[in-house]
């Protein structure tokens, strides 16, 4: 049960992208960044988080314009939905 968010963290870790996996309720929570800076984005999948039902993330932080004037959050994203925001925004700011 929630293997996205298993996978995504993977991802992460493969792409040498920080980021910290904790216990969330009964799943899991990655933050991005995890090196004590402000959070960029914090990604669930756990009972009451959009998309857990069919094995899916949601985010909250890195959305477009358009999801940010909709909710503060984007469920039913794949790992590698989250992972191309992630990566996207970890390239155009690596130091």
Not at 68 to 85: H, M, Q
């Amino acid at each position: 049960m929630y293997d996205e968010i298993i996978k995504l963290h993977k991802l992460l870790n493969d792409a040498n992208i920080p980021n910290t996996l904790q216990p969330q309720f009964d799943g899991w929570q990655i933050i991005y960044p995890c090196d004590g800076e402000k959070r960029i984005a914090d990604v669930i999948e756990h009972r009451g988080s959009y998309g857990a039902d069919e094995n899916l993330l949601e985010i909250m932080g890195l959305l477009t314009e358009d999801e940010k004037a909709d909710d503060d959050v984007r469920g039913y994203l794949t790992a590698e939905n989250v992972f191309e925001r992630i990566y996207k925004h970890w390239e155009g700011n690596e130091q």
